[in-house]
T-cell receptor, first 112, second 113 residues
Framework: DQQVKQNSPSLSVQEGRISILNCDYT??????FLWYKKYPAEGPTFLIS?????DKNEDGRFTVFLNKSAKHLSLHIVPSQPGDSAVYFC???????????FGGGTRLMVKP | SAVISQKPSRDICQRGTSLTIQCQVD?????MFWYRQQPGQSLTLIAT?????????ESGFVIDKFPISRPNLTFSTLTVSNLSPEDSSIYLC??????????FGDGTRLSIL
C-alpha cells in the first residue's frame, strides 16, 4: 500500500520554463511534507518543506503548495535550470522530527 | 546541518557473505535511520537505530538479516547478512536532530556477484 505516490516517473521541461512536480498521499495522519532532490551517486538533499497549517511555502525558485483536502502537494520550480535535472522525491511524516515515507520519485530533465 | 560520512561508498560482495556499513556524524543527533533504495525504486525505511538499545525495524525487515548498532549519538552501523542478489541496492544512513529536516549520507552502493 503506497501511502505517498508520485504518478509521473519523469518530466521534461525547457530551460527557463516552470517545472511542476506532483505528489499525492493517502494517510490523513501526515502533517509535514518535504521535497528532496537526488543526483546520481549522492544522497537525497533537502529542498523545501511545508506543514499542514500552511498551503504554500516559498524559497527562492522553489515553491511547495499543499491542498490538504485533496491530499495533494506540488513543487514548482521557476525558472527551471539545467542544474535542476535530478530525481525529486516527495516525503511525508506525521510531524517534523519523525520518520519519513517517500514517494517513488520523478526524474526531471531540464533541457537547455 | 550535520555532516554525514558513510563508508564504504560502494562494494561488490560474494553471495553468502556479509557487509557492514558505517555511518559517522560530526555532531550528536537525536535519531539515526537506515534506508534501502532498490534499483528504480523509492527509499524504504529499514529501521531506526536507537542509541544503546535494539533497533526498531519496519515491517519486512528483521534483525537477523539487518543487524544494526548505535553505540553513541554520532555513530551507527548496518550489516547486511547472508547476501543474495536481491540485496543489491543503495543503503542510506540519515539523521534527525530536533525538528530539522532529515539529512542523508551519500549512500553505499552494494552489488552482489
Amino acid at each position: 500500500d503506497q501511502q505517498v505516490k508520485q504518478n509521473s516517473p519523469s518530466l521534461s521541461v525547457q530551460e527557463g520554463r516552470i517545472s511542476i512536480l506532483n505528489c499525492d498521499y493517502t494517510n490523513s495522519m501526515f502533517d509535514y511534507f518535504l521535497w528532496y532532490k537526488k543526483y546520481p551517486a549522492e544522497g537525497p538533499t533537502f529542498l523545501i518543506s511545508i506543514s499542514s497549517i500552511k498551503d504554500k511555502n516559498e524559497d527562492g525558485r522553489f515553491t511547495v503548495f499543499l491542498n490538504k483536502s485533496a491530499k495533494h502537494l506540488s513543487l514548482h520550480i521557476v525558472p527551471s535550470q539545467p542544474g535542476d535535472s535530478a530525481v525529486y522525491f516527495c516525503a511525508a511524516s506525521p510531524n517534523a522530527g519523525n520518520m519519513l515515507t517517500f514517494g517513488g520519485g520523478t526524474r526531471l530533465m531540464v533541457k537547455p | 546541518s550535520a555532516v554525514i560520512s558513510q563508508k564504504p561508498s560502494r562494494d561488490i560482495c560474494q553471495r553468502g557473505t556479509s557487509l557492514t556499513i558505517q555511518c559517522q556524524v560530526d555532531s550528536q543527533v537525536t535519531m539515526m535511520f537506515w534506508y534501502r533504495q532498490q534499483p528504480g525504486q523509492s527509499l524504504t525505511l529499514i529501521a531506526t537505530a536507537n542509541q544503546g538499545s535494539e533497533a526498531t525495524y519496519e515491517s519486512g525487515f528483521v534483525i537477523d538479516k539487518f543487524p544494526i548498532s548505535r553505540p553513541n549519538l554520532t555513530f551507527s552501523t548496518l550489516t547486511v547478512s547472508n547476501l543474495s542478489p536481491e540485496d543489491s541496492s543503495i543503503y542510506l544512513c540519515s539523521v534527525l536532530h530536533g525538528n530539522q529536516p532529515q539529512h542523508f549520507g551519500d549512500g553505499t552502493r552494494l552489488s552482489i556477484l
